[in-house]
């Protein structure tokens, strides 16, 4: 629902969007356009699916300012984790790491296993991001390949 995306998006201000285009009540483009509009979000990074693969939809896609476009069904969760960590500059590990994604883009227990990235293994928590039927969630980093959590770093840098 891109109603209710843009609203996740504008309270949860997430670092990366991965939305689908067809969705009820307004398209992932719309959406788009209305979080480049808003000074809140227009800064936010954002991936975009399809399962055809339409060159006109890429087209709008780059021109709405989408920083990748994924056909469904031709990459791999991998592929989508990995596309997600290179629009992340290193220092959001610092931080919150949030992404919200649309539940027809991935489902949980594969985003979960592909979330270990050999190249630098990172923990994330999932949690319900979108309320109702149409499921979803957000992925937060939780820690490090060394087990301590951001908080506990914290904690530990004040002792």
């Known amino acids: 629902d891109g109603v209710e995306g843009l609203a996740l998006a504008k309270?949860?201000?997430p670092d990366?969007?991965?939305?689908?285009?067809?969705?009820?009540n307004m398209t992932g483009f719309e959406m788009m356009q209305r979080l480049k509009e808003d000074p809140n979000t227009a800064a936010i990074p954002v991936m975009i699916s399809?399962?055809?693969g339409r060159e006109a939809d890429h087209v709008e896609a780059e021109k709405l300012g989408a920083k990748a476009f994924v056909v469904r069904?031709?990459?791999?969760?991998?592929?989508?984790?990995t596309l997600v960590l290179k629009l992340l500059d290193?220092?959001?590990?610092?931080?919150?790491?949030?992404v919200v994604v649309d539940p027809e883009q991935l489902?949980?227990?594969?985003?979960?296993?592909y979330?270990?990235?050999p190249s630098r293994p990172l923990v994330f928590e999932l949690t319900p991001g979108l309320s109702g039927e149409s499921g979803g969630f957000i992925a937060r980093f939780v820690h490090d390949a060394g087990g301590a959590s951001k908080k506990e770093k914290d904690q530990e840098g004040r002792s």
């Open 11 to 13: 309270q949860y201000k």
């Open 16 to 24: 990366v969007i991965f939305t689908g285009i067809m969705m009820p």
């Open 50 to 52: 399809s399962h055809l």
């Open 73 to 81: 069904g031709l990459v791999s969760p991998r592929q989508v984790v």
């Open 90 to 98: 290193t220092k959001v590990f610092e931080e919150t790491f949030q």
């Open 107 to 113: 489902d949980a227990p594969k985003l979960q296993k």
């Open 115 to 117: 979330l270990h990235v």
